[in-house]
């Protein structure tokens, strides 16, 4: 057991060892496209066959991915810690499928399985299927197009979503906070972190390279997510300080 309240927050990197691609990594590239490019409304609007494109490929992508041992540390901290939140950037269901309780887990910048009208509310859950015809979704209540459920640049993110980690904030501080495999370039990310630390919690940074959060954080593992979590929690579950 872990007797502690814990925030972690993670993003990209910590799938990456599963094989799928970050944002702003060398591989992230798509057909030569920059990924922070095509994850806009406007390049949705300009093109939304190109968009579903590098969406359907993903979703695919993920499918035959698996949880690394990163998802499954953290999931095993979130199964044994007294209190705990995981917010994560991530789209994928590699934190949910390594055993993480779906309750546990805030994905802020929404899900690639949903697909959402980009109208009205209707939205379908894409288990398995692929609209694989070629041809773009369309809304079955209102005749519009059908746009991935995830959260674009620009876009707001989701109150209800931010009611759940406000929620877990005024609970109290954390004892531990672990910001992993993210680039840390969205203001909100350093200031739940910040904020959920309070006066007196640890803040560690997983990441092989220095972030803006870095000067900020009571400890960093400049390591790969798969090598440091593991560990990490293995001495935070046998009473190991960090
Ligand atoms: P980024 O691609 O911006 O950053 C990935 C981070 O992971 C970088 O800081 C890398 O150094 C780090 N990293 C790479 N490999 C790692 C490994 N094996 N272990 C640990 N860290 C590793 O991805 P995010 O920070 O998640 O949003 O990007 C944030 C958001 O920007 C995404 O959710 C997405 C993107 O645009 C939207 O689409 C709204």
Redesign the pocket.
């Known amino acids: 057991m872990f007797n502690g309240r814990v925030l972690i927050i993670?993003?990209?990197?910590?799938s990456?060892?599963s094989g799928i691609p970050?944002?702003?990594?060398k591989d992230?590239y798509w057909r030569n496209l920059d990924?922070?490019k095509l994850?806009t409304p406007k390049a949705f609007a300009r093109d939304p066959n190109l968009v579903w494109d590098w969406y359907c490929e993903r979703r695919q992508r993920i499918r035959k991915a698996q949880p690394n041992p990163?998802h499954r540390a953290i999931a095993n901290l979130g199964l044994q810690a007294d209190e705990f939140l995981l917010v994560t950037?991530?789209?994928d269901d590699l934190h949910l499928r390594a055993g993480l309780p779906a309750e546990k887990i805030v994905q802020?910048?929404?899900d690639i399985f949903m697909t959402r009208c980009s109208r009205c509310e209707f939205r379908r859950y894409e288990h398995e299927q692929e609209h694989d015809d070629g041809s773009l979704p369309k809304c079955q209540e209102c005749g519009e197009y059908m746009r991935p459920g995830?959260?674009?640049?620009g876009?707001q993110l989701d109150a209800a979503k931010i009611e759940i980690v406000e929620n877990f904030m005024r609970g109290g501080d954390c004892d531990l906070v672990i910001v992993?495999?993210?680039?840390?370039?969205?203001g909100y990310?350093i200031d739940w972190a910040l904020r959920a630390r309070g006066q007196a919690g640890q803040l560690i940074e997983?990441?092989?390279?220095e972030?803006s959060l870095s000067q900020f954080a009571t400890k960093s593992f400049l390591?790969?997510?798969?090598?440091?979590l593991p560990r990490l929690v293995n001495g935070l579950l046998s009473n190991v300080s960090p």
């Open positions: 993670t993003g990209a990197g910590v990456a060892e970050t944002f702003r990594g992230g990924p922070t994850a990163a950037q991530n789209v802020i910048h929404g995830v959260v674009w640049f876009e992993a495999g993210t680039s840390a370039l969205f990310v997983v990441n092989p390279e972030t390591e790969p997510a798969g090598i440091a």
